[in-house]
Nanobody, 121 residues
Framework: QVQLVESGGGLVQPGGSLRLSCAAS????????MGWYRQAPGKQRELVAAVTSGGSTNYADSVKGRFTISRDNAKNTVSLQMNSPKPEDTAVYYC???????????????WGQGTQVTVSS
């Protein structure tokens, strides 16, 4: 059973910083892309940032220059450093990963349980 467990959410002031982390556990053979999505009340879930196993990154325009995604392939973790957050960044943040559980199986997408990030003074 594959699990993605997130940590690091909470309340942060505008202009502050916050770091989210996600660890994959269970039985699998490889992880491809890992990323962070978010969903604000009344809005659709959207991609925040993603990173491939080779280190290529992709960011939503709204967070470019403020957020940084990184991963540790040896530890099967992905992190999101959130600098200078804004009130509009308030949302539930979800970790996502494309994971292959068997060598003959295609990659499946897994989700974490979500962690609340609130940006407010």
């Amino acid at each position: 059973q594959v699990q993605l467990v997130e940590s690091g959410g909470g309340l942060v002031q505008p202009g502050g910083s916050l770091r989210l982390s996600c660890a994959a556990s269970g039985s699998f053979v490889s992880i491809n892309t890992m990323g962070w999505y978010r969903q604000a009340p009344g809005k659709q879930r959207e991609l925040v940032a993603a990173v491939t196993s080779g280190g290529s990154t992709n960011y939503a325009d709204s967070v470019k220059g403020r957020f940084t995604i990184s991963r540790d392939n040896a530890k099967n973790t992905v992190s999101l450093q959130m600098n200078s957050p804004k009130p509009e960044d308030t949302a539930v943040y979800y970790c996502n990963a494309a994971i292959r559980t068997y060598s003959w199986r295609a990659y499946d997408y897994y989700w974490g349980q979500g962690t609340q990030v609130t940006v407010s003074s």
